[in-house]
C-alpha cells in the first residue's frame, strides 16, 4: 500500500537520489546537459529549501520512499488572478515503474487538497518531455499544454545557404529596428491563438541595447534588399525555461521573428544556424529555446530542429469550490 506523509528534512536525501536517477535516464536523450542537476547535494539544498516553506508530500511503500511532490505555493496572479502554484521538473519524482501513475495520483490529491483550502486555484507544472506517462497523468488531471522547452546540442542544420539573404551580427545603428520587431514580437504573442499577458513592451533603446547588445547576449539578423527582415536574440550562459538545462555553456535563444511577408523561405533557418556556429566557436554546449504551444508558428519552426525536453501544463480549477 502507498501513504502519503509530510515532505521532512530525512527525506531530502532518498528524495534528490530519485531526482538524479531521472535525471541520468535524460541524458541518455539530451546530450551534453549540465552535470550540476545530476548533482546529489545540489538538488539536495534546492529541495531541503522550497520544503522549508511550501506544502510537500513524500509516498513510502514498506518503508521506502517512492515518490515527492512540493511546489512553490502562494504565487500571486499566476498566469490569471488567482493565487498558483508552481511546480519546477525538480520539485517532484518517483521510482520508475508502472506504479508512476498511482504515486502520482496519491501525491498530487493529498497536496491539491491543501492548495485548494488555501485558494490556490492554478496549477502550473513541468515535467519532461519524454516521459510520457506523466504527460497523460497530468491530462486526466485536467492539465493543458501551456510552454514546450526546447534542446538541441550545437549541430549544424542541414540546410542549404541561400545568397538572397545576408546574415550577420546586429550591430548599434540596428537598434531603432530591433526596437520596432520587439513591438512586432509583443503583438504577436498577445494575439490570438497565443493570448500570451505580458505587461507593455515600450521600452527605451538603452533597455533595447541591454537586451539585444549586453554583454551576456547575442542577436543575429537577416538581411534581404538591404532591409532587416529576421532576428533571433540568445542569452550566454543561462535560458528560459526549465531550470535542468541552466548552466554554463547553455545558448538561451529568448527571441524569434520573422517579417509576415517573408515567413516560411527559410530565412530564420538560415539565422539560426549561424547563432549556433557562433556558440560553438564561443565553446556553448547546447542550445535551447521555449515557446507557448499555442503558437504554432514558433511550435512547426522550433521543434523542427529542438527536441521538447520539458513541458508545462496548468491546470485552472474553478475558483466557486472555495
Ligand atoms: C517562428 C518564425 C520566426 C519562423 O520564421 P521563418 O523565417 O518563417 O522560418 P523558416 O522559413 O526558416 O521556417 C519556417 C517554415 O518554412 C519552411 N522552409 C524552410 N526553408 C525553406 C525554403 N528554403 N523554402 C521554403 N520554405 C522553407 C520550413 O520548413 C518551415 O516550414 P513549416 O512551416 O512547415 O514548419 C516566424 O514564423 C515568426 O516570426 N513567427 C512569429 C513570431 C514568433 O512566434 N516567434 C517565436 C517566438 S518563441
Known sequence: ?????????????????????????LGKTYLDLPSKYGDLYFVGSKLGNIIKENPSFVAVRNGELIGYLTGFANIPNLKGRSMGVYIPEWAHGSINTKDKEKIYSKLYSHLSKIWIAEK???HLITYYGEDVKLNAQFHKFGFGLLVIDGYRTLTP????????????QAKKEDLRILSHFNELIYKHLRDAPTFLYSSPSQKSLEEIEKDFLGSNRITFVAEHEGKIVSIIRAMLNEGPGCEVVQDTGTLGVNFGYTLPEMRGSGIASLVLNKLIEWGKKKDMKRCVV????????????WL????????????????RIE
Do not use: W
Not at 521555449?290 to 519552426?301: G, P
Not at 521538447?308 to 491546470?315: F, L, N, Q, T, V
Open 120 to 122: 490556490i486555484y492554478t
Open 290 to 301: 521555449d515557446f507557448e504551444s499555442q503558437n504554432i508558428e514558433a511550435y512547426n519552426f
Open 157 to 168: 542544420l542541414k540546410i542549404n545557404d541561400n545568397p538572397a539573404f545576408y546574415i550577420r
Open 1 to 25: 500500500m502507498i501513504e502519503v506523509f509530510n515532505f521532512k528534512p530525512e527525506h531530502v536525501e532518498t528524495a534528490a537520489k530519485l531526482f538524479v536517477e531521472g535525471y541520468k535516464r
Open 304 to 319: 523542427r530542429y529542438f527536441q521538447p525536453i520539458c513541458y508545462s501544463g496548468i491546470r485552472k480549477i474553478d475558483d
